[in-house]
């Protein structure tokens, strides 16, 4: 807001920023893990939900490195509900946060939410089976 003071906005005038920019790698993750104080979840982007036939509910299977995600992986896996948050889903399940973060080894320090590219996305039984790299660099 103006205040009506007359200020000397000439460039030559001013000191210029000396802190760096620290350059970070991004990309579009397939999933963010949040494990906070203020709750724990796993969130899936918009445009890896649309692989899914089902948009209420996802089941959740691990390998040593890759987490593979479907509407449907079949009857001995657990159904979790996939609640929507904006174009995204969610899933609020602290019990799942804690065996993901188990299973993997991930290292909160520091941090409350971690994101994973897809690593690749294949169809078995007419369904689209979405794997995660749960390994990635940081």
Not at 15 to 27: E, I, L
Not at 71 to 80: A, I, K, P, Q, V
Request: net charge positive; glycine share 6%; proline share 1%.
């Amino acid at each position: 807001m103006f205040d009506g003071k007359k200020y000397n906005t000439e460039l030559d005038n001013f000191t210029p920023s000396q802190c760096k920019s620290k350059n970070r790698v991004t990309g579009t993750g397939g999933i963010s893990i949040v494990d906070s104080s203020n709750g724990k979840r796993v969130r899936f982007n918009a445009s890896m939900l649309s692989n899914f036939s089902s948009q209420t509910t996802i089941q959740v299977a691990y390998s040593e490195n890759l987490l593979a995600i479907a509407s449907n992986l079949g009857n001995s896996h657990t159904n979790y509900k996939l609640s929507k948050s904006g174009k995204n889903g969610v899933i609020y399940n602290a019990a799942l946060v804690k065996e993901i973060v188990e299973k993997f080894e991930l290292d909160f320090t520091n941090r409350t939410s971690r994101t994973f590219p897809i690593f690749d996305i294949q169809e078995k039984d007419n369904e689209l089976i979405v794997y995660i790299n749960m390994k990635s660099s940081e």
